[in-house]
């Protein structure tokens, strides 16, 4: 089974300093691993993904993450925090097990940005 | 319309009631799914069509009653559900079941009174 740990219900930091989002996972095969944002009233959208390859993946909106196997992390980060990206966060974990892959979420992150 | 719409975005309904929610998918997928979202908790995943064809029901009450009539809708059918089935059920579809790139609808709020 899998699952998805995101530290932090709610982290807040000041317009133009570094955003650090926290997400673990535990998984019994190599997993692909997603980052999706929700906006108010709005559903998720894909920020990055990692499936093979380099562990470094770069996403939409300057945000980026990477794939720490050895500490079973997958990070989110972005230099630079926006007002705009003031929104909730979702770690997300699916096995590499063809033909049957299943999201599976962290509880969330909301993000808030201070002027 | 692109992407994946959903009606109604938002819903009040008495626990007597029957309602239904819609969703359409305009991205030529094969896959749709019903996810429930509830304050403080990960997003539950509800039932997942493949091909029209149900291939996972994650032991959700009979009170909730998907229907796909083809693979660019999807419905979910509800009737007599209680207070706690209050959240914002969200609709994805990918293009197919073993999608690893889900796109999400915008999802309805539902209300039970």
């Known amino acids: 089974a899998q699952s998805v740990t995101q530290l932090g219900s709610h982290v807040s930091v000041s317009e133009g300093a570094l955003v650090l989002l926290r997400c673990n996972y535990s998984?019994?095969?190599?997993?692909?691993l997603f980052w999706y944002v929700q906006y108010p009233n709005q559903g998720l959208q894909l920020l990055l993904k990692?499936?093979?390859?380099?562990?470094l993946v770069k996403g939409i909106n300057g945000f980026e993450a990477e794939f720490k196997k050895s500490e079973t992390s997958f990070h989110l980060t972005k230099p630079s925090a926006h007002m705009s990206d003031a929104a909730e966060y979702f770690c997300?974990?699916?096995?590499?097990?063809?033909?049957?892959?299943?999201?599976?979420f962290g509880t969330g992150t909301r993000l808030t940005i201070i002027p | 319309e692109t992407g994946v719409t959903q009606t109604p975005r938002h819903l009040v309904m008495g626990m007597t009631n029957k309602k239904s929610l819609k969703c359409e998918q305009h991205?030529?997928?094969?896959?749709m799914y019903w996810y429930k979202q509830s304050a403080k908790k990960p997003l539950e995943l509800m039932f997942v069509?493949?091909?029209?064809?149900?291939?996972e029901n994650n032991s959700v009450p009979s009170r909730f009653s998907p229907e796909c009539p083809n693979s660019s809708h999807l419905f979910l059918h509800l009737h007599t559900l209680q207070p706690e089935d209050s959240a914002l059920y969200l609709c994805?579809?990918?293009?197919?079941?073993?999608?690893?790139?889900?796109?999400f609808g915008p999802g309805t709020r539902l209300t039970v009174l």
């Open positions: 998984s019994s095969v190599p997993p692909y």
């Open positions: 997300a974990v699916s096995d590499q097990n063809f033909g049957n892959e299943k999201l599976t």
């Open positions: 069509y493949s091909l029209e064809e149900r291939v």
């Open positions: 990692y499936t093979t390859g380099a562990t």
């Open positions: 994805a579809s990918s293009q197919d079941s073993g999608g690893i790139e889900q796109f």
């Open positions: 991205l030529g997928h094969n896959a």
